[in-house]
T-cell receptor
Framework: DQQVKQNSPSLSVQEGRISILNCDYTNSMFDYFLWYKKYPAEGPTFLISISSIKDKNEDGRFTVFLNKSAKHLSLHIVPSQPGDSAVYFCAASRNQGGKLIFGQGTELSVKP | GAVVSQHPSRVICKSGTSVKIECRSLDFQATTMFWYRQFPKQSLMLMATSNEGSKATYEQGVEKDKFLINHASLTLSTLTVASAHPEDSSFYIC??????????????FGSGTQLSVL
């Protein structure tokens, strides 16, 4: 039972354009959502999070949008840079420190 | 930022061999460590949670006699895959958090171990 799904295994974007990574979840008890970024041969690192009481959180070039009614969140990267090329994992939990449920990851490639 | 070191990065072993994976927090004391497994094209799945000095808590379906977790100090946790078989071949990754952060933003990951059992 995949409670968090990232249906696009890969995404290719031109440098300077917007990257949109999507994530869907099924469990309505989730109230905290995070995005992690992973480079090859390294562990995932925290990127940005959002609480279910918000519908948007912005940090520099990164914005996460949450649509609770659709059980959908997305990560926008604007403008995309070649250094953003990595695997992005969406994750959800029942509170800020709760057990993380991960999506399968989306590999983003930003081409110069 | 905080650093978690995981070794080895890759293991190839024969069926029946036991394999030990180490996870160390290098610049903070890890009160809680987590072990995950990832099969190809699937998500990171939590296997177990360990708190320093106490027994690990295993997720449903994870055999505790197969995946032995020891968290004997505030900087080291080990995962031993006992008598590994080909179906145990997977990517194993640890994460840790310490006294200053109980949220998932303060969770730091190791670089993972790719286990291949022949």
């Amino acid at each position: 039972d995949q409670q968090v799904k990232q249906n696009s295994p890969s995404l290719s974007v031109q440098e300077g354009r917007i990257s949109i990574l999507n994530c869907d979840y099924t469990n309505s008890m989730f109230d905290y959502f995070l995005w992690y970024k992973k480079y090859p041969a390294e562990g995932p690192t925290f990127l940005i999070s959002i609480s279910s009481i918000k519908d948007k959180n912005e940090d520099g070039r990164f914005t996460v949008f949450l649509n609770k009614s659709a059980k959908h969140l997305s990560l926008h990267i604007v403008p995309s840079q070649p250094g953003d090329s990595a695997v992005y994992f969406c994750a959800a939990s029942r509170n800020q420190g709760g057990k993380l449920i991960f999506g399968q990851g989306t590999e983003l490639s930003v081409k110069p | 930022g905080a650093v978690v070191s995981q070794h080895p990065s890759r293991v190839i072993c024969k069926s029946g061999t036991s394999v030990k994976i180490e996870c160390r927090s290098l610049d903070f004391q890890a009160t809680t460590m987590f072990w995950y497994r990832q099969f190809p094209k699937q998500s990171l799945m939590l296997m177990a949670t360990s708190n320093e000095g106490s027994k690990a808590t295993y997720e449903q379906g994870v055999e505790k006699d197969k995946f032995l977790i020891n968290h004997a100090s505030l900087t080291l946790s080990t995962l031993t895959v006992a008598s590994a078989h080909p179906e145990d071949s997977s990517f194993y990754i640890c994460s840790a958090r310490g006294f200053r952060g109980h949220t998932n933003e303060k969770l730091f990951f190791g670089s993972g171990t790719q286990l291949s059992v022949l």
